[in-house]
T-cell receptor, first 113, second 114 residues
Framework: GAVVSQHPSRVICKSGTSVKIECRSL??????MFWYRQFPKKSLMLMAT?????????EQGVEKDKFLINHASLTLSTLTVTSAHPEDSSFYIC?????????FGSGTRLTVV | AQSVTQLGSHVSVSEGALVLLRCNYS??????LFWYVQYPNQGLQLLLK??????LVKGINGFEAEFKKSETSFHLTKPSAHMSDAAEYFC????????????FGRGTSLIVHP
C-alpha cells in the first residue's frame, strides 16, 4: 500500500535553532500533503496544506514564517520549524492525500530545550 | 462545513468484551468516513473507511463500522477486545475524498483490562 516515510522520528534541539522534518511518499506521487500538530491527549490540529509546486495554505493562527513548508517535488514535503522555542515542542505528523483517503507518516516528536 | 463528534474521551472494556466507539458526523455532502488508530508516539493507521456502497465496512484487526445516514453515525465495533487494541482511535470525515481536508474527532482512548 501507499507509504509515507517521515523523518526524523525524534529530535531534540536547542531553543533558537531550526529543525527540518521530512515527509516522503515512497511508492506514489503526493500532489497534496497535510501537516498536523498534535498536543498531548488532543486531536490533530491541521497546520497547513501543501500542494506540489505552489505555496502552502496555512490555517488560521499558524505562523507561516515560523513553520516553513516546502513541497518541491511530488514525493517530498518538508516542514521547518524556525527559531524553535520550548512551546513548539509537540508531535508533528504529515499526511498525503490518496484518491479516496489519506495515509500518514509515523510522526516526529520535537523537543525544544 | 463538516464536523465529527466522538462521544467519550475514554472507553474502558475487559479483554474479550465488545468494543463500541461512537462517532457522529455532520457534512453538507455525502461524506467519506474514516477510522484511524494511533499507538503511542506513532502516526495514524487506517482501520477502515466508507466511501460508497455497502454501509457495513470491515477493516483490519477485526474492527468494523456501519454508516447510518439517518443517524449521521459511523460507530466502530469489535466483538472481542484484545489487550493489543489499547490505543487512541480517531474518527474522521471528508467531503468527497482525499483531495479535501479531513476533519478529525478529538479521539477516544480505548483501555483494555485483563
Amino acid at each position: 500500500g501507499a507509504v509515507v516515510s517521515q523523518h526524523p522520528s525524534r529530535v531534540i534541539c536547542k531553543s533558537g535553532t531550526s529543525v527540518k522534518i521530512e515527509c516522503r511518499s515512497l511508492d506514489f506521487q503526493a500532489t497534496t500533503m497535510f501537516w498536523y500538530r498534535q498536543f498531548p491527549k488532543k486531536s490533530l490540529m491541521l497546520m497547513a496544506t501543501s500542494n506540489e509546486g505552489s505555496k502552502a495554505t496555512y490555517e488560521q493562527g499558524v505562523e507561516k514564517d515560523k513553520f516553513l513548508i516546502n513541497h518541491a517535488s511530488l514525493t517530498l514535503s518538508t516542514l521547518t520549524v524556525t527559531s524553535a522555542h520550548p512551546e513548539d515542542s509537540s508531535f508533528y505528523i504529515c499526511s498525503a492525500s490518496l484518491g479516496d483517503g489519506y495515509t500518514f507518516g509515523s510522526g516526529t516528536r520535537l523537543t525544544v530545550v | 462545513a463538516q464536523s465529527v463528534t466522538q462521544l467519550g474521551s475514554h472507553v474502558s472494556v475487559s479483554e474479550g468484551a465488545l468494543v463500541l466507539l461512537r462517532c457522529n458526523y455532520s457534512s453538507s455532502v455525502p461524506p467519506y468516513l474514516f477510522w484511524y488508530v494511533q499507538y503511542p508516539n506513532q502516526g495514524l493507521q487506517l482501520l477502515l473507511k466508507y466511501t460508497t456502497g455497502a454501509t457495513l465496512v470491515k477493516g483490519i484487526n477485526g474492527f468494523e463500522a456501519e454508516f447510518k445516514k439517518s443517524e449521521t453515525s459511523f460507530h466502530l465495533t469489535k466483538p472481542s477486545a484484545h489487550m493489543s487494541d489499547a490505543a487512541e482511535y480517531f474518527c474522521a470525515v471528508s467531503d468527497r475524498g482525499g483531495s479535501y481536508i479531513p476533519t478529525f474527532g478529538r479521539g477516544t482512548s480505548l483501555i483494555v483490562h485483563p
